[in-house]
Every structure is written in C-alpha cells, then in structure tokens.
C-alpha cells in the first residue's frame, strides 16, 4: 500500500505542529466567549441540567482565530460514542484508507466428486463486516472447490483476538440489544438474529422469516395477526428469547404494521458463530458429517482462498454515520492486531496512546477503554478533540473521515434534526445514560467553518440534546 503524504513527514515535525496547535488553541481560548449562548442556556434549563455539567468549545477549523465560545474545554469528560473519533482516525491514518480484513479459508485432506475427506478451517481476522451477505459468499466459493459435503468437520479459528467473553447484559442489562454484541475475531453477522415479519391476511399470519439460520434452533414461522393498531409491535408479539434453543412468540402480529425487521442480539452469543455457519452450510445445500466447532488451523497449512473486506474508508462510514459499538471495537482491537499479531485491549491502548502523543504531545492524553464509547471509564477534553479535529482538518484523510460522519437532517444519528443548520453540519454523535455528546465540522453562514465539540455529563444528559441542536444552530448562524 503507497504510504500517504502525511506518513512522508517526519515524527519530530509533526510533534512541532501539533504542540504548536495546541498552544493556539490554549491561546484562542483565553480571550474567548466562555457564557453559553442564551438559547443553549434556555433549553438546558428546561433540561434540569447545569451549565456546569457542559464542556463546549467552538473554534476556526484552522486555529488561527480565537475561539468564538470556550465553555471548560479542558475537563476530561466522558464522550460516549464521540470517541469513535479518536478509533477511525487513528485507524486511518495508521493502517491507511485501502485497509481491508482478509478471512482465510483452509481445506485439509482430499476432495473427490464433491466431498472433501478432511476438515474446512475459517480463520477470523477481525473482519468487522462479515454480515450473512459475505458469509454466503465465502460458503459459495467453497462449494465452488468441488465440496459439497465435508466428511470431516467445520472449525472455526478465533485465536485472534485475545478478548475475555463479556457477559452480554453487564453495560446496561440489555443482554438481546444488538449494540451490546462483543468483539470476535471471527464475527459474524455482529451476533444478531435478524427477524422479518410480513402479515398475510388471507392466511390470518404473519410469515415471520429468521436470518441466519441457526442450527439447532427451533424457530417459529407464523404469528396470528390481530387488527389494530400497529403501536408497540414488539410488545404485541410477547417473544420469549429466553431459550437459546427456541424462539417463540405467545403473542399476536398487528395486520396494520406491514412488514417489520426486528434485528436482536442472539441469546447464547458463545454458540452464535457455530450455529450460523451450520445453519447456513445446510440451507445452502451443504452436506456436514462432522460437526461445526472452535479450534485453530494446523501449522503448515496454507489458505485455499480469502474473503477480503471492504475497505476502511467504508467501514468506518458505518461505525461513524450509525455509531456501531460492535464495528468500532473490532477496528480498536486490529490497531494492535496489525502491529503485534495478536489484539487485546491492553495493547490497542498502547498502540492508540503511542499515536496520539506523536501527534499531539503527552498533554491531554484520552482515557481509553474498548475504543467504541460504550464505557463508563473512557475520557477526553473538548480540547483535546477539537486539536484532533482541526489536524483532520489539515489531513490528506480529511475526505474519508468527514465523509463518515453524520449530517445534520440528512442521515445517520442527525437525520431527525430539524433546525435551521440542516445540512451544514458533519457530527458524530454520544449518547450513554447520564451523557450527550457531538464534535465534528459546522459550516457557517459566512463561510467560516468551525470545529464544535460539546460535551454534556449529568443524570438529565438525555434531556439536554434541544441544546446541543442550539449550539449547533449558533455556531452556523455566525452572521
């Protein structure tokens, strides 16, 4: 991979430029607005948050003018899913913008009129997209090797990744919300069961379809419908997910819904990635004799083929424009992953800190955790995200990571804001209980850009997102 102009500048030199920027934001402050504007004091009041729990800066993309509004820029603050920021932009400006996971496939023994006397090995690598769509694909080209039934055993190499198995409920008590989904190596699908409901009114039923298929699972295909209205659809189908081996519903299907996707985290997360690749060798017309389990690929042995992701630059699209924690702590893991061999956590913040101070300096350093946001330890300044941003700002990889991220009334987190900036701002968005959060570019009505980073921390965070939207309404309105 060519190297990208920013790897041809020196270390020392980019230090210099980065505590250069940080003595003009340090400066830029002093004389700044550090009284919230009254629209943004308005709605936190009707919020029942304080002024004090907000750390806002508003500052020129380029640094050269003093702050227009300084509010605490350097307290450390949790940002919830803002520091997705830190993850993608280190990602691409460490691994490059081309980056992509390759998933190996192995074929061990011999193959003769379509069966393979021997065991297939998948070795995940990090892969944070491989959805049902790829796997399909990576199952169609084995079977394109002449296999269609495998007398020996699937086996499938996680060894990757060195993450401990979470207990899925630990963060929020929600175990079934697909968010919630942990890191793999071998991840498919991100955990999740995707249920599809469509109402037949000729048969009383709603079709309900599940994908993947799960082997071993006992699925329900019909719900009774019931006329009225479409409301809590959920509710309405009482699904029992209690069991990992069965999914039921003891519920109705309301006729007026029409088709509904319902995606929920798999019950039994351990077995998820088993019962998938059995689930859908089977549908896909597969044969196994042997049996779908865990283990690693024998030494020696090369691959057969590879399925290869799609590139960084997509990905982080996702994990920005829809904050996927699942995606962003895979892409965390593969920092050290690409450097070490192995990924953990513990080497991710090392790497992830190594980078940030040959960028910015030892000042101002960000309390890592899993890199996603989904953490109640994780902490960075207003000011330490602004000086990333206006480095972005000044990046060849400006296009990549601001095409990631969401538009204000436009798509991703942002598409239901409403206000006069419509369309002028690119935010990531955070939202945790007890935090709100955005930072990333406003364009102004005068043709100034700015870098906005707010930062809100208390138990009505929720509450204060109407002035967070003001603020991001005043930045634009710089006229």
């Known amino acids: 991979m060519p190297a990208s102009p920013s790897a041809c500048i020196s270390p020392l030199h980019r230090l210099l430029t980065a505590t250069l920027l940080g003595l003009l934001l340090a400066a830029g402050t002093v004389g700044a607005q550090s009284r919230l504007p009254p629209e943004v004091n308005a709605a936190l009041a009707r919020a029942k948050v304080p002024a004090e729990a907000l750390a806002v800066l508003v500052v020129d993309v380029d640094g050269r003018a003093p ?59 990090g892969d944070p997209k491989l959805v049902m769509e790829r796997l399909w694909l990576l199952l169609r080209r084995l079977q394109g090797l002449d296999i269609k039934t ?77 006329e009225t209205d479409c409301g809590d659809y959920r509710a309405a189908l009482r699904a029992d997910l209690s069991d990992p081996t069965r999914i039921r519903f003891a519920g109705r299907y309301p006729a007026s819904c029409g088709e509904k996707v319902w995606p929920l985290a798999y019950a039994d997360p351990a077995s998820y990635a088993v019962r998938a690749v059995e689930g859908l060798w089977r549908e896909m ?33 996702d994990i920005n424009k829809y904050s996927n924690n699942v995606m962003a702590q895979q892409l965390f893991l593969t920092l050290s992953l690409a450097q070490k061999g192995v990924g953990s956590y513990a080497a991710s913040r090392e790497v992830l800190q190594g980078w940030w101070k040959e960028r910015f300096g030892a000042d101002d350093l960000p309390v890592l955790d899993n890199g996603s946001g989904l953490s109640r330890s994780e902490r960075i300044s207003a000011q330490a995200l602004a000086r990333l941003l206006q480095h972005v700002w000044r990046s060849p990889l400006l296009p990549e990571l601001a095409s990631s991220l969401p538009i204000t009334g436009v798509d991703g987190t942002l598409r239901r804001v409403r206000n006069r900036a419509q ?44 002035a967070l939207e003001a603020l991001i309404e005043w930045t634009a309105n710089d006229q």
Do not use: C
């Open 67 to 125: 702050a227009r509004l300084s509010h605490r820029p350097g307290v450390p603050m949790n940002p919830a899913s803002v520091m997705k920021l830190v993850t993608t932009f280190a990602a691409l400006d460490t691994l490059g913008p081309n980056y992509s996971w390759t998933t190996p496939v192995y074929v061990e023994g011999t193959a003769r009129n379509g069966t393979l006397y021997g065991n297939v090995y998948l070795k995940g690598q």
């Open 150 to 226: 495998i007398a020996g055993d699937i086996v499938l190499d996680r060894s990757a990744f060195e993450v401990a198995a979470p207990d899925p409920g630990e963060f929020d008590g929600e175990r079934l919300r697909p968010y919630n989904a942990a890191p793999d190596a071998l991840l498919l699908n991100y955990k999740s069961v995707v249920m599809t409901f469509v109402p037949d009114r000729a048969s009383n039923a709603a079709h309900v379809s599940f994908d993947p298929p799960l082997a071993g699972v006992q699925l329900q295909t019909h719900v009774p419908l019931i």
């Open 285 to 317: 017309g597969g044969q196994l004799q042997g049996r779908v389990r865990e283990g690693t690929v024998p030494a020696g042995l090369a691959p057969a083929f590879e399925l290869a992701s799609p590139p960084l630059a997509e990905v982080i699209r």
């Open 423 to 466: 369309g002028s701002a690119h935010l990531k968005t955070g939202s945790l209980r007890d935090v709100t959060a955005m930072a990333g570019f406003v364009d102004g009505r005068s043709g100034r850009r700015y870098v906005l980073v707010a930062l809100a921390n208390h138990a009505n965070a929720g509450a204060a997102r109407p």
